[in-house]
């Protein structure tokens, strides 16, 4: 069985797919976050990897198509945005300093933690791109002596987390307009986050999006300076 999986062709897309569409399923008969349809799947992947004995990098070999359409998927993300030009035109101060305050809480937040919990300086600057896209986080991180393979694992949970309680952090924090939530949402989770703010709305989306790529260029700016302070 392992070696007949291993050999298969796209036998982790279908995984994957499966493995999400039974998260789905889950979300709408059991309506509590920790179901969420991501989650669900990297918990069903791994403990399938695990009882079939496969191999993580013949899953990733087979699983290639979906690397590859990542980044035109990313892109994708611009189309929002562009519908909600004119509403972006309008409220830019507001949003520019929404996704400044954002890049400063999360930067400020791993500062804290790893004061706290004294870590060292790598597990420091490994931790700083926690909120960008593991392209920009894992090069961010390599240049500022981190390890990228731990900052890719801090990304993807950063990312999980903020799609589960994007909904409710806004709720609890009493976030009523769209562009305050998608702002909030994409400079926080990145991506991950950007997709529920997609399922919350255009505008979040459009917000989100945006939040994306201005954080991220901000963040490989500001990392630099801050990983000199501790």
């Known amino acids: 069985m392992k070696l007949f999986l ?3 062709a796209y036998f982790g897309v279908f995984i994957s797919l499966a493995s999400y ?3 789905t399923l889950l979300r709408k008969k059991i309506n509590f976050a920790l179901f969420n349809p991501l989650l669900v799947s990297i918990v069903l992947i791994i403990v399938f990897l695990k009882v079939f004995n496969i191999n993580h990098v013949a899953y990733l070999r087979s699983n290639e198509i979906f690397t590859y359409l990542l980044t035109p998927a990313t892109i994708c993300l611009a189309i929002p ?7 972006l035109k309008h409220n830019y101060k507001a949003v520019l300093l929404g996704i400044a305050s ?3 809480a999360s930067l400020g937040s791993v500062l804290v933690l790893c004061i706290l919990f004294k870590m060292g300086h790598e597990n420091f600057v490994t931790l700083l ?3 960008l896209t593991n392209a920009i986080g894992m090069e961010v991180s390599r240049e500022l002596g981190g390890y990228p393979s731990a900052t890719v694992s801090a990304i993807i949970i950063t990312g999980v987390f903020g799609n ?3 909904e ?3 709720r609890w924090f009493r976030f009523k307009s769209p562009i305050a939530k998608g702002v909030a949402i994409g400079s926080a989770a990145h991506a991950m986050g950007t997709s529920k703010a997609l399922e919350m709305g255009q505008v979040e989306g459009a917000m989100g999006s945006l939040s994306i790529v201005v954080s991220g260029l901000l963040t490989v700016i500001a990392a630099g300076f801050v990983a000199n302070v501790y």
């Not at 945005?81 to 509403?87: D, I, P």
């Open 168 to 170: 409710a952090a806004c």
């Open 102 to 104: 954002g890049i400063v």
């Open 81 to 87: 945005l562009y519908e909600q030009f004119e509403l």
């Open 21 to 23: 569409y039974i998260g």
């Open 164 to 166: 589960i309680v994007a």
């Open 6 to 8: 291993e050999n298969a």
């Open 129 to 131: 791109p926690k909120s």
